[in-house]
């Protein structure tokens, strides 16, 4: 028998995809990482996923699993793997509005996790892009984050119990709803953020809290970079920690932004050094309740603290959105960030993160060290300033590698000496080993070798992903 | 030359404590684990921790990590081992008030951090009683909890950057300041709540937060505690997520309070079903700003919540603090709640944690269950109710061993039974290995023993601790 013999008697016809039928799953939408498994397979339960992991191991092939493939990094590419799709695992097995938890299983997409929870007045606090797509499964393998990471957390902080299939085809049962639990090591967050390089994530029961019944949302100019860690820090004592996002667009975005999308329109005549998005999201009535004039006490709260903030001069200029068309231009200028960045080619971009004091000089010294490289157009930068976490992108004249790494090389520099990282959110996958291999410590990368050869020691678990070669050329 | 020449010669003899002179490490307060180690030593700098355990692997001696000693379950007995003790790394390195971090030694005890952070108006949210003795090194290596945990989380969560020495004597350099880094495996994590089986945490990078610039504090009075979880929810909801704190004490623990500690006084004239002591914190000016008449917005806020709630039927009696005597008070009856449980001998007590919703079916299942075991008192709960854990102490009439054995299997079957934990925050150490041989998932016993051999292969780390052996018999 064949392994496809095998996975054909184990799942039935309908669900081992060979040939042309593979290409939804093989290709990711980045385009980067044509893949080439031998199969793909959609297993309808956690027992089906373990008993493809046992058959795929007996033949000596790897398993790579793939749920809405949005990630960004290369995370499900194979040549000659299994991929084992969660699509089919699609329930969500529990929602309790009293403990405010969802037990759901790896193929359900985030928004439908979004409308079950919004349906009880909750909302599941994981906002990005591709939430029409992207699967928990996968949110939990890369421990993704997006806007609202600030009040929220990342992924990981987002999940009480999990479930795993291992390398050996075992079932590990963490499906807990506990907020404390010191029984033993930290597996739960050890799996989340592994990128299936331990295990496959089948289950979880993630956190959700009430939905924000009113938000305020302003579009702030500054003179300067640096005094955004002030004003974050002042808009959290000022509403008590409600800052729900903190997004940065630097003069250079704006200016590019009316370039591509002059519909779109800029917020002040002349165009500010920095630019902040900031909304704030609340729950009490107190602030929540419309007043019998039509205003609302969050949207003061804001118009009050920013006025405050311009007459100590911290705050140039100052939008505060008057209702939810203005709210919704205000974020269409920030969710243009994609459209307006990758127009132009070659580009070299990065997802980094520094301490949140930390970003000003990051920039600061990038821009002077780039004159160095010949570039086509300015740089271009958006960030959830609020985590520290940056999206830089460079344009070089030419776009072999040499310079591509020459550039990265001097990003990763700059991030090291300010001890940032060079992964923020989207992780390592395929695309940053070779970052992991310059940048992390060494002792670091030992410590992951050992736990990855503990947990799978055939290697048969998303193999390349994530961990370089020990003798690995860093490049 | 024998270990303790070595250590010596590394260290000088002021810093390498034999005979008498070790009993202050090596006997922990509960007077439960008379250790018995070959030296207690105490090295300066990490470079020195990692000479020490790199000499003790010399010589074949396991080596216990030591810093507040203010634990609950033995984690720290050694029979033969080398103590080291975090005690002299007290520095804290540095506190960035604008990125809202400290980075600190092991050995910096929790109070000095509270002070520093207090200087700068900020807050380092992790409160318990041990406060004034327990080192930050000991609260990283347990997960240490408290009763802010409701708010701001267990130390794994307040903790971004991390610096450990490994069996080997490498030092894993984990210290970044970052809230998004997805460069790898969760290895922060992993060393967090570790006991110190996996290496010797001595420096870290905490996270603080704004102080609370005004407390709202309430005694409450339920019917029933299966309301308690619609309460939070609903004083969340009103307050925008300000609940520090929300504390059960049961009926029976008012009339035990009452007998030991009459001058504590009672705050309802006929004892509640359920007393709950709640507590708001809050920054923003628009609440904590006194006004005129004397009145605090978040007081007034807590207090109209409370009504509209009483006269929903929910809540049955209240009283809301109106002085910071009043709230000293409430906390007062709170905090008494060892010296009234544990003045009665035998006991059998425990710190379990349920899911939110199911503290109520605990307590119910298992007073029913304990009428087969003879009881000298009726038993006693007081539970950190918002986040699930229950410190329950039953009182059999005899302290046989076997009669504890049977005790805590019938507590252990209800907490099973419900998807509880048998530790919620204390740990495991030495005391609650049986717990995790009985209840613990068998696969997560054998991935958790997988990466303890993988990165302590010779088993000098702290041996005998939190992980059973393989074939332990679970009693």
Redesign the interface.
């Known amino acids: 028998m064949t392994l496809i013999d095998d996975l054909t008697t184990l799942l039935g016809p309908a669900h081992v995809l060979t040939g042309g039928d593979m290409d939804r799953h093989a290709r990711d939408w980045t385009g980067a990482y044509p893949g080439e498994p031998v199969a793909v397979v959609r297993p309808g339960d956690t027992a089906q996923v373990a008993d493809c992991v046992t058959l795929a191991a007996r033949h000596g092939v790897p398993v790579v699993p793939v749920s809405g493939n949005t990630g960004l990094v290369g995370g499900t590419y194979t040549k000659g793997g299994l991929m084992i799709s969660l699509e089919r695992m699609n329930r969500i097995r529990d929602l309790?509005p009293?403990?405010?938890?969802a037990t759901v299983e790896a193929g359900v997409i985030l928004s439908a996790l979004h409308d079950a929870a919004a349906a009880q007045g909750l909302y599941f606090p994981l906002w990005f892009g591709a939430r029409g797509s992207a699967m928990i499964g996968g949110v939990l393998s890369?421990?993704a984050?997006g806007s609202n990471?600030l009040r929220y957390?990342?992924t990981?902080?987002l999940c009480l119990g999990l479930e795993v299939v291992?390398a050996d085809g075992?079932?590990?049962?963490?499906?807990?709803?506990?907020?404390?639990?010191?029984?033993?090591?930290?597996?739960r967050?050890?799996f989340?953020?592994?990128e299936g390089t331990?295990g496959i994530i089948t289950a979880a029961v993630m956190k959700l809290v009430?939905a924000p019944r009113a938000h305020a949302t302003a579009t702030l100019a500054l003179g300067n970079l640096a005094d955004a860690?002030?004003l974050l820090?002042r808009l959290?004592?000022?509403?008590?920690?409600?800052v729900e996002a903190f997004e940065f667009m630097p003069a250079s975005y704006s200016r590019r932004l009316a370039q591509v999308r002059p519909d779109l329109g800029l917020p002040f005549g002349e165009v500010p050094e920095v630019t902040i998005l900031t909304e704030l999201g609340?729950?009490?009535?107190?602030?929540c309740e419309t007043r019998e004039d039509g205003s609302v006490p969050l949207t003061d709260?804001l118009e009050t603290t920013v006025a405050g903030l311009m007459d100590e001069g911290l705050i140039t200029d100052a939008i505060v959105a008057q209702s939810e068309a203005q709210r919704g231009a205000m974020w269409a200028r920030r969710e243009a960030a994609a459209e307006i960045t990758f127009a132009r080619r070659p580009f070299v971009d990065t997802d980094i993160?520094?301490?949140?004091?930390?970003a000003a000089d990051f920039l600061t010294e990038i821009h002077k060290r780039l004159q160095a490289v010949e570039q086509a157009h300015e740089p271009m930068t958006v960030a959830?300033l609020g985590?520290?976490?940056l999206h830089f992108t460079a344009f070089p004249v030419d776009g072999s590698k040499a310079t591509y790494d020459r550039v990265i090389t001097m990003i990763e520099d700059v991030v090291a000496t300010l001890?940032?990282?060079?992964?923020?959110?989207?992780?390592?996958g395929l695309s940053?080993r070779p970052?992991?291999a310059r940048?992390?410590?060494g002792?670091?990368?030992?410590?992951?070798r050992?736990?990855k050869?503990?947990?799978d020691p055939a290697g048969v678990m998303n193999p390349g992903k994530?961990?370089p070669a020990k003798d690995s050329d860093a490049s």
């Open positions: 309790n009293a403990a405010r938890t890369t421990n984050g990471v957390g990342s990981r902080s291992l075992r079932v590990l049962n963490l499906m807990s709803a506990l907020h404390k639990d010191n029984s033993g090591y930290a597996l967050d050890l989340i953020g592994a331990l009430p860690t002030v820090n959290q004592e000022a509403s008590g920690g409600l609340a729950t009490s009535p107190a602030l709260l993160a520094v301490p949140l004091d930390r959830h985590d520290g976490n001890g940032g990282s060079f992964s923020a959110e989207h992780g390592v940053k970052s992991m940048r992390k410590d002792v670091a990368l030992d410590v992951m050992a736990v050869a503990a947990l994530v961990i």
